[in-house]
Nanobody, 121 residues
Framework: QLQLVESGGGLVQPGGSLRLSCAASGFTLDYYAIGWFRQAPGKEREGVLCISSRGGSTIDADSVKGRFTISRDNAKSTVYLQMNSLKPEDTAIYYC??????????????WGQGTQVTVSS
């Protein structure tokens, strides 16, 4: 059974850091691009960062440039989202999703259940 499970969310103060993990099971992560998305209350879901199967990354949200990075460890079947200098506007549910090889929105077919990130003092 193909599954993506996010973890690492929580409550953090502004300026703090969190590292989210997306653990894959039931398929070979090597052949998939993994994207991180987020949805804040009352807002549409937006793409944050994506990493292709070859390791190239794309930034979908200008607001995270210089603060968020994405990486993957295929041996551990896990993709990470490192979030630094967090701001209250980063508060959202963060989801990871898998697409065959490329970071193309229409190709994302498998989704995790999400993990809550709250940035507040």
């Amino acid at each position: 059974q193909l599954q993506l499970v996010e973890s690492g969310g929580g409550l953090v103060q502004p300026g703090g850091s969190l590292r989210l993990s997306c653990a894959a099971s039931g398929f070979t992560l090597d052949y998939y691009a993994i994207g991180w998305f987020r949805q804040a209350p009352g807002k549409e879901r937006e793409g944050v960062l994506c990493i292709s199967s070859r390791g190239g990354s794309t930034i979908d949200a200008d607001s995270v440039k210089g603060r968020f990075t994405i990486s993957r460890d295929n041996a551990k079947s896990t993709v990470y989202l490192q979030m630094n200098s967090l701001k209250p506007e980063d508060t959202a549910i963060y989801y990871c999703a898998a697409a065959p090889r490329l970071c193309v929105l229409s190709l994302f077919q498998y989704w995790g259940q999400g993990t809550q990130v709250t940035v507040s003092s």
